[in-house]
């Protein structure tokens, strides 16, 4: 079965940054929005960014301006530059993919701890 499989989280102090990445498995034919969402403890999973197949980003507005989405169409690999971070940032971030076929996928997601 195919996974989207995320690297990239760790823990970093407040004002920080850090680059998430995720790619596919294997393959996966006819990607249309990718994007990350994250939940953090106590709390429902949120949006934070998606990125449409014609690069067009969308924001959660907790993020905008310290958040930037990005996307490799070839690796169909997405990533999330996240910078200023703060501690209400710290989540296990998940991605997330669907395609024109109406599949969903998600990741296992990765941990972003934001403390000093």
């Known amino acids: 079965q195919v996974q989207l499989v995320e690297s990239g989280g760790g823990l970093v102090q407040p004002g920080g940054s850090l680059r998430l990445s995720c790619t596919p498995s294997r393959i996966i034919f006819g990607i249309n929005i990718m994007g990350w969402y994250r939940q953090a403890p106590q709390k429902e999973r949120e949006l934070v960014a998606t990125?449409?197949?014609?690069?067009?980003?969308n924001y959660a507005d907790s993020v905008k301006g310290r958040f930037t989405i990005s996307r490799d169409m070839e690796l169909n690999t997405v990533y999330l530059q996240m910078n200023s971070l703060k501690p209400d940032d710290t989540a296990v971030y998940y991605c997330?993919?669907?395609?024109?076929?109406?599949?969903?996928?998600w990741g296992k997601g990765t941990l972003v701890t934001v403390s000093s």
């Open positions: 997330h993919a669907d395609t024109i076929g109406a599949m969903e996928y």
């Open positions: 990125i449409s197949n014609g690069c067009n980003p």
